[in-house]
């Protein structure tokens, strides 16, 4: 019975491609790119700790001898011990820089993943157009064979030239050759695909793109990842001034017991550094500085993201309306073609206007391909400064 499934599941990896949501998802699962970014996070929680824990006390021991003029020899002792301390505003900010930190690494791990699954869609992107590509010129291909074994008939009854009959057989040459060079390009995405995807075995994959040819897209108000990163670094900054807003960051303090012959001294006491060279002022004013270019750094990427926003919007209608006209183009050549065809076969018809015509049908056809590639080219930029990949 296992025998069984395992032959059934083995026919349907074959039978059925995946499509581009379950790659997707199995990306997530086994990307090692992802991962090793996940991992980044907990580094961030590991430096904290550093940042965070507190200095280990100091301890001190010391003996002592003492020479009487007269008499024996005598010993002494010394024990001590320090701590360092934080002040309370130091420690505050140590806190608002550890809060920060771990803000930043998030911001970096989302632009990472979304700058991921954005190149994921591209590359998958540009291994469905070639793979239609590959399909497009296949069947031109055919078609031109297909003129050339017609004009090659007319050649071999006296009807036709043999200019003719090389210019259509050079043609169809030329188009075998592309093929090649498009099957090559196809399958090199396919492997890149694979690599960044985590896959160790080779599966079949839909040759769909991944949106449709609309006119409509979804407003979205979320952060861009470089907007992320913008405000994760003005809290990082701002966590730097509130470290250095006191002069004083931390302070020793001591105890200790001293044994001399003739008696015994027991000490506790303070020692604070004197803030008269450096009062950190110069640390304040380095912060302030890099908050305020942050911050100058944040709205101009919001007038750029807006601006590039629209911009990809009305290129996307204008994409939509011209992949609709070119649809309707191709319809009327596909008949003019067919018309043609079938006058050039019955030897009522010009060569040239059947060349002509079956050329300008393909370019149609190309053009209506690289539209809704340009069309998903453009969706995927719009969904990465929308935020749509920070997930």
Known sequence: MKKIIMIFLSLSLGLFAMSYEQF???TEKNSKILKSQKLSEQTTEQENKILLRTANPILNLEASRFDEEIGENSFGYAISASQTIRTGNYMDGINDKAYASSLLSKAFI?????????TLESLYTQYVYQNKMLTLLQEEYKLSNKVSQMVKERYQGGSENKVSYLQARTETLTLKTQMYTTKQQESMLYYQLLALAGFSKKVSLEKRFIYSVSANTKHSSRL??????????????????????SALQNYDLYAGMEKEPEQSILRVGINIPLTIHNDRSEER??????????????EQLILTTQSQKRMLK???RELSAQY????SLQAEQQELTSLLQEGYTLAKGSLFQLMSAKNKLIQTKKSLLQTHKMINDQKIELRFLQGNYND
């Open 285 to 298: 004013m380095l912060a302030k500085l890099k908050m305020q270019q942050t911050q100058l750094d944040a």
């Open 110 to 118: 989302t632009q990472g993943r979304a700058g991921y699954f954005k």
């Open 24 to 26: 997707k998802k199995h």
């Open 314 to 316: 009305a290129a996307i």
């Open 224 to 245: 861009s990842p470089k907007q992320k990163v913008l405000k994760a670094k003005e809290k990082v900054y701002q966590s730097d001034y509130s470290m250095n807003q």
């Open 324 to 327: 609709h006209a070119l649809r």
